[in-house]
């Protein structure tokens, strides 16, 4: 046997160095070849067509009866089949039970290791990563794993005594004996990070596993979580490497659910860096894969969590600012009138990024229909909150919605129109629609339009905006607090701030004055309470590192920390 083993190790080496490229996952003629060449040489044999073994599978499920040992074998072959109803035998508690027991008890140990053979060639067709497989199949599968590991264990005292001749497959399931733990690819992850594939290739070829395995996404799983415990600086180093591998931009073709884990784990991984610059190909895979955060916000804590399997909330607004910039970007570069970007705006509305809770693109004919590429991944990006502008007017005129706290704020693509800005309530069009008119985002009855021709138009806009909303940007115009004599009351005078994001005295209206922060926090789901009308503080009650996003910016708010209790503030 070990001649055999040698001979089979070189034959393979052989084939890597004169054909490399026809070694890929996706090149089925070399793996055929290579097993064609294990079974020669005492390797893995095929499995029996799956219509007949379909064929004894039903009969088992209705009998509970096994006719012959050829029937037993085919059973093993197909406990791990998925029948057109959804039903599994590894599903199955008693059938499965009663397949492993009836193995385990057939008394010719050359019998019971073909039945084993053929358990394990379940084992590893089972279809791990498959949306539609069970619960309960994923347990049995766990099932079927601790069993093997422990008929592995026997077969090598077998033979060790001489009571069974073991096929050279089995040297190679032995080298191989992380495939039967509960951590069965970590092994080839690590590998797989430094581009090395050889271990894997050399499990799969000798075991005979297709191309079509768990081993490969489970690998691809294993390989993220160990580049999650490098430091910051590598980590994001291999970040492009990772997402290639995720979404199937290399030959290996990954399922959806294997999809959305890893790249779960990856956002959630690079919320935790210290530095962490916008990652545009991690945005857009976010986006498109698991969806966008502030539209499918219960799949999205359903998928990405922090190690106490708890929803990242961190992660979730980190990707939901990159997506809002992203979108308020495109509307000012991609859809501007002339193709120019629009600096001025792009950069008054990139400050309210923070606060913009909703956003909608009401796109005109030329952005609908043109198929370049900017514009098909804008429409990619939006999707969910983009809708076509009917009576456009000019064909390149778009619309840009931004809803932030209870109003709506309608911003134009072409210049010369002017910005609306109306009350949630009532809505003069439907958000949830395919088309708005124009007539309808222009209604001067419902609104009020502020133009942009002034030189200090940002400042206009200030003053009408940040007292509705209760927010002020850095450098916005904000009001302050002057007597004109002792008897009179405060009046508002409004002037420049260039200091951090902070909120303004508002007169006679304290409870208002910090309603963005309160906006800001209860999307982290956390509390608060104004005591100032009672000469206290305005508290949001949070540990210190739960949220490290929000304790920068209550502190770049002018909020003090308390041990134990909270942040507070005047």
Not at 2 to 31: G, Y
Not at 180 to 190: E, F, I
Request: glycine content about 6%; proline content about 4%; hydrophobic content about 35%.
């Amino acid at each position: 046997m070990n001649e055999l083993i040698q001979l089979q190790s070189s034959l393979t080496r052989t084939f890597r160095e004169a054909f490399p490229a026809s070694l890929s996952w996706e090149n089925s003629n070399a793996i055929k070849n290579l097993q064609k060449i294990n079974q020669q040489l005492d390797g893995v044999s095929s499995a029996p067509p799956s219509a007949s073994i379909a064929q004894v599978i039903a009969t088992y499920r209705q009998s509970h009866l096994v006719a012959n040992f050829r029937d037993r074998k085919y059973i093993c072959y197909g406990a791990a089949m998925r029948m057109q109803d959804g039903w599994c035998m590894l599903g199955d508690d008693r059938l499965r039970s009663e397949l492993l027991a009836d193995v385990d008890h057939i008394e010719d140990c050359k019998r019971r290791f073909r039945c084993f053979q053929a358990l394990l060639s379940s084992y590893f067709a089972f279809a791990r990563y498959d949306e539609q497989t069970s619960e309960v199949a994923q347990a049995g599968w766990g099932i079927l794993r601790d069993w093997l590991a422990r008929q592995k264990v026997q077969f090598q005292r077998d033979g060790e005594n001489k009571k069974l001749r073991l096929p050279s497959w089995f040297a190679i399931l032995t080298k191989h004996e992380n495939l039967l733990t509960n951590k069965p690819c970590d092994r080839y992850g690590a590998d797989m990070l430094r581009g090395d594939n050889s271990n894997l290739e050399d499990a799969r070829q000798g075991l005979g596993i297709p191309s079509g395995s768990w081993i490969i996404e489970e690998t691809i799983l294993s390989q993220i979580r160990t580049a999650e415990v490098l430091g910051d600086e590598p980590f994001k180093e291999h970040i492009d490497q990772l997402l290639k591998s995720v979404l199937g931009q290399t030959e290996v073709k990954v399922s959806v659910i294997l999809m959305r884990r890893a790249i779960a784990l990856l956002v959630s991984r690079y919320t935790r860096c210290a530095n962490k610059p916008e990652h545009p190909a991690l945005r857009d895979a976010a986006v498109s894969i698991i969806g966008n955060p502030w539209l499918k916000r219960t799949s999205w804590d359903a998928w990405v969590k922090r190690a106490s399997n708890q929803p990242d909330d961190e992660a979730r607004e980190m990707i939901n600012g990159w997506l809002k910039r992203r979108l308020i970007t495109d509307f000012f570069a991609v859809l501007s009138e002339d193709g120019q970007v629009d600096q001025r705006r792009l950069k008054y509305w990139l400050r309210f990024e923070t606060v913009i809770e909703d956003i909608w693109l009401v796109l005109g004919p030329d952005a609908m229909w043109n198929n370049s590429e900017p514009y098909k991944e804008l429409r990619k990006r939006a999707f969910g909150r983009l809708q076509r502008l009917e009576n456009a007017g000019q064909s390149n005129n778009n619309a840009f919605i931004m809803r932030i706290g209870d109003w709506l704020i309608v911003e134009f693509g072409v210049t010369g129109n002017a910005c609306y800005i109306y009350p949630l309530n009532p809505v003069p069009f439907d958000l949830h629609g395919k088309s708005i008119s124009l007539h309808d985002l222009k209604n001067k009855y419902l609104g009020k339009p502020h133009n942009h021709v002034a030189n200090g138009w940002e400042s206009n806009f200030d003053r009408a905006i940040c007292p509705k909303v209760g927010y002020y940007p850095q450098g916005a115009v904000t009001p302050r607090l002057v007597k004109q004599n002792d008897n009179s009351d405060h009046i508002p005078i409004f002037g420049t701030s260039s200091k951090a994001t902070s909120s303004p005295l508002l007169v006679n209206n304290s409870s208002h004055n910090l309603s963005y922060v309160e906006q800001y926090v209860n999307k982290f789901g956390l509390q608060t309470k104004d005591n100032r009308d009672s000469d206290g503080a305005f508290w949001v009650y949070t540990q210190k590192g739960d949220h490290p996003e929000v304790d920068r910016n209550l502190e770049s708010w002018k909020f003090k920390y308390k041990q134990g209790r909270g942040w507070w503030r005047e």
